[in-house]
């Protein structure tokens, strides 16, 4: 498994905790250090079956700034995933991300039904 998170992130933090809890093995990757790519959220998008808007961190500042809550709707699909790919703090962290699971955010009950 590979958590992308952002360590000063109070709900990455609880992610961990919960993984280290429940005896999962992961690897962990800074989210603004080393921002997964264009063709890594392709694919993750892809493999999750969730909306793209939901790999956007919709609560942070720099989603506000860009004013996206208006933009993103008339947006194509490849100008939103070259977005996410320009900046870490724009992804909705923490990303959870197995051979057969991609998840977006910590939910502990979907983690708890997705993962063991």
């Known amino acids: 498994m590979l958590l992308i998170e952002y360590p000063k992130c109070t709900t990455c933090q609880r992610a961990k905790k919960w993984l280290e809890e429940n005896h999962i093995t992961y ?33 942070g500042l720099l ?24 900046n870490g703090m724009l992804v909705k962290r923490p990303l959870i991300v197995g051979e057969e699971l991609v998840l977006a955010g910590f939910k502990e009950a979907e983690w708890a039904e997705k993962i063991k």
């Not at 790519?37 to 993750?44: G, M, T």
Request: glycine share 2%; charged share 35%; aromatic share 10%.
């Open 27 to 59: 690897t962990e990757r800074h989210i603004v250090e080393n921002n997964p790519s264009y063709d890594e959220l392709k694919e993750w998008y892809e493999k999750s079956g969730l909306p793209l808007k939901k790999f956007f961190n919709t609560s």
């Open 63 to 86: 989603y506000k700034e860009l004013q996206l809550k208006d933009k993103l709707p008339t947006m194509s699909e490849e100008e939103q995933l070259q977005l996410l790919a320009s």
